[in-house]
């Protein structure tokens, strides 16, 4: 496996790694795993969605060594000194800082245009400046618009269906051109439903894994958008987590400039996802109440299906998912429980 040969090869040699917005979901499981594999780590977040206790996880996770390896800057992307800044002497940039979510985009969408568009031309612009080549960037599904095709390929989008979805496809747009204009070398995971540990369940944008577990554990109610039938491509966190760092260590040209569909492939639907966890539920908790779901209305700008072909990302970057979404509810479930009752 290419992940393994990776890992091995970074255990022996050193790099300097940028993490934006490393306090969130994705960025704090990155930069444990690069500590992990005895990485420099300097980090950049503001705190707008990402929490200071990610930190406390991520120290917690490795050793007294590889934490000494880790540099936190509080700042934001969204001011091009502190790009500037952050972005000196480093090797790999995986650029993660956003403000995620479709319906905040929908509700404001110039907060998230300067968060996710000026922000990253920022942070890319700053990377150019500073010579670093490499600049790994979140992108997402919802570029694929109202597209009926599925799987999604790369090479076929749809008309856009947020203003979300229209930042990520300028992301991508604006990545092209400097690779093409300044022999930079970015590449684009378009992420497809990620989840597992520290995703926030709580507050009005949650995702819907961490949402649900969160709301069955209070013994809340559940809420499914529509019919329960919309289906989607659910990717556990290690997956994205083996991506970028592929994405980061790549020797192969023909990846630069490009986006890749960053999923395991599958297709569930969310009704079948609430049994899934209810199942899980059960199984580590004797005492656990079988709830219905409450089913309303529709969501504006969502997607009804999405399912990623990931051959692109197989083929050129060697990626080869270790968790299904079996494999990563398992896990994520288990941590949920810890975690809860710890804060109880």
């Known amino acids: 496996m290419e992940y393994v040969k990776v890992k091995q090869q970074l255990l022996r040699e050193q790099r300097t790694w940028l993490v934006t917005g490393v306090a969130g979901f994705i960025g704090s499981n990155l930069a444990e795993e690069l ?34 390896n880790f540099t936190f800057v ?31 985009s929908i509700d404001d969408p110039v907060v998230s245009n300067n968060s996710n568009v000026t922000g990253f031309l920022n942070m890319l612009s700053a990377a150019k400046e500073n010579g670093v080549k490499r600049f790994v960037y979140a992108s997402s599904s919802s570029v694929y618009g109202d597209s009926q095709e599925l799987p999604k390929v790369e090479a076929r989008t749809g008309n856009l269906l947020s203003p979300y979805a229209v930042t990520k496809y300028v992301n991508e747009l604006y990545a092209g051109v400097f690779q093409k204009c300044y022999g930079m070398e970015p590449i684009g995971l378009r992420y497809f439903n990620v989840f597992g540990k520290r995703q926030d369940p709580n507050g009005a944008y949650a995702a819907v894994i961490p949402k649900w577990i969160g709301q069955l554990l209070n013994g809340e109610d559940v809420y499914i958008n529509g019919d329960g039938e919309t289906s989607r491509d659910f990717t556990f966190i290690d997956n994205v987590v083996q991506a970028n760092i592929l994405a980061g260590m790549t020797q192969n040209e023909k990846a630069f400039g490009q986006a890749f569909n960053t999923a395991v492939g599958g297709r569930e639907t969310l009704n079948n996802l609430y049994n899934a966890i209810i199942t899980g539920l059960k199984t580590h908790l004797s005492d656990f109440e079988m709830r219905e779901p409450v089913y309303r209305d529709f969501r504006a700008g969502d997607i009804r299906h999405s399912n990623a072909n990931i051959d692109k990302l197989k083929e050129l970057l060697r990626y080869e998912p270790t968790h299904t979404l079996e494999d990563g509810l398992k896990e994520s479930i288990a941590w949920y429980i810890n975690d809860i009752k710890g804060k109880n």
């Not at 977040?45 to 000494?68: A, C, M």
């Not at 509080?74 to 090797?91: L, R």
């Open 35 to 68: 500590l992990k594999l005895n990485q420099k780590v300097i980090s950049l977040d503001n705190f707008s969605t990402g929490h200071r206790y990610n930190l406390e996880h991520i120290k917690k996770s490795v050793t007294p060594e590889q934490w000494e």
């Open 74 to 104: 509080e700042g934001d992307i969204s001011h091009y000194d502190t790009c500037k800044a952050i972005t000196k002497d480093v090797d790999v940039v995986l650029h993660q800082a956003a403000l995620g979510s479709v319906p905040r």
